[in-house]
């Protein structure tokens, strides 16, 4: 689901700017697809194979599809309202991927599993960026200031 979650944000990104509607509502029909990988706890499923979604979860993953939650949010309000439990639960799962030991590395978000399903737990640059991004982006749609999330999307 990464290169999924990337081709969302770019639907997402140009439609905003070219003010292609039709573009921010094929990322909407994305991300409600991309909801379907999501469990009752908030992980996601990192990979869609012969039909069906295989659990190789991926803390990069969780973070875009709480991100792309938070973006679509402020741009189609209405149509990602029914999943904004969903998210939450997601929020909660992606906390789980934070590394709590003393430091440096305290804080810092482990990447999950690979493709093979064996898992990788390791502290992650991109992984941990992701993940604070995301959660500021959630955070800032859950306080009503959707006007930041779409300057931080300039």
């Known amino acids: 689901l990464h290169p999924h979650a990337y081709a969302l944000e770019g639907l997402a990104y140009a439609?905003?700017?070219?003010?292609?509607?039709d573009y921010v509502a094929s990322a909407v029909k994305g991300f409600?697809?991309?909801?379907?990988?999501?469990?009752?706890?908030?992980?996601?499923?990192?990979?869609?194979?012969?039909?069906?979604?295989?659990?190789?979860?991926?803390?990069?993953i969780v973070g875009q599809a709480l991100r792309l939650g938070a973006l679509l949010y402020a741009l189609e309000p209405r149509k990602i309202k029914p999943?904004?439990?969903?998210?939450?639960?997601?929020?909660?799962?992606?906390?789980?991927?934070?590394?709590?030991?003393?430091?440096?590395?305290?804080?810092?978000f482990l990447y999950g599993s690979s493709t093979d399903g064996l898992m990788r737990n390791h502290l992650n640059a991109w992984s941990t960026m992701f993940a604070l991004q995301a959660l500021w982006m959630h955070r800032q749609f859950i306080t009503q200031k959707k006007d930041l999330i779409l300057e931080s999307f300039v």
């Open 15 to 21: 439609g905003f700017h070219l003010r292609r509607p």
């Open 32 to 60: 409600e697809w991309m909801m379907k990988a999501v469990s009752s706890d908030g992980s996601v499923s990192s990979l869609y194979e012969n039909g069906a979604f295989a659990h190789h979860e991926r803390s990069d």
């Open 83 to 108: 999943y904004l439990g969903t998210l939450e639960a997601v929020k909660k799962h992606l906390m789980q991927f934070q590394f709590h030991e003393e430091g440096e590395q305290d804080g810092g």
